[in-house]
């Protein structure tokens, strides 16, 4: 499964979740609206997290290559000196 199906998946999931946040309110049934809620604010925490650690390793091999390309260039200098 990749990210992008997994973000997907809990886009469909949050969806429902509005669906069901509405339809509790319209039925006057406060603890299933709150529950509903929950599990809406649940995904939307780990579609931050995703977010989050999809630009930390992105970032991480930003510097990765900038280091490599460095030490690629370091290396061609002293082979030549």
Known sequence: MTLADIRSVLKSITEQYERDIERAIQQQNLT?????LGGKFACERIEHALEYEED????????????NSCSRKRSAQ???S
């Open 32 to 36: 299933y609206a709150t529950l509903a």
């Open 56 to 67: 930390r390793l992105c970032r991480l091999q930003q510097e990765s290559s900038q280091n």
């Open 78 to 80: 002293l082979s030549s």
